[in-house]
């Protein structure tokens, strides 16, 4: 189920993830996120790619792995994500 992002990371916390992390050192970020009814919860993803969306250079496109509290696991995670207004949308990677 896809889910919407309210809130996020700003830019640089962005870019840190992707360029100050590691495999041993992940650097985890948090987004609220909206999915159905179930009302707003904190998720935590670990990115592993950041394309840039259009020319405002405020939009991305994320690949990540969400690591999930409700669901109990984890799973890969496309994410549209504006860090002008700090929202989106992550939908889950179906394997």
Same mark, same amino acid.
């Given at each position: 189920?896809?889910?919407?992002?309210?809130?996020?990371?700003?830019?640089?916390?962005?870019?840190?993830?992707?360029?100050?992390?590691?495999?041993?050192?992940?650097?985890?970020? !948090?987004?609220?996120?909206?999915?159905?009814?179930?009302?707003?919860?904190?998720?935590? !993803?670990?990115?592993?790619?950041?394309?840039?969306?259009?020319?405002?250079?405020?939009?991305?496109?994320?690949?990540?792995?969400?690591?999930?509290?409700?669901?109990?696991?984890?799973?890969?995670? !496309?994410?549209?994500?504006?860090?002008?207004?700090?929202?989106?949308?992550?939908?889950?990677?179906?394997?």
């Amino acid at each position: 189920m896809a889910a919407t992002i309210t809130n996020g990371p700003c830019k640089m916390d962005l870019m840190l993830a992707l360029f100050d992390a590691s495999n041993d050192r992940p650097r985890p970020l !948090v987004f609220s996120v909206m999915r159905g009814s179930a009302g707003s919860e904190a998720i935590t !993803v670990h990115v592993s790619s950041v394309q840039r969306e259009g020319g405002s250079g405020e939009s991305f496109n994320i690949t990540a792995l969400w690591q999930s509290k409700t669901d109990g696991g984890s799973f890969n995670v !496309v994410m549209y994500y504006s860090t002008k207004t700090r929202t989106g949308y992550a939908t889950p990677i179906r394997q």
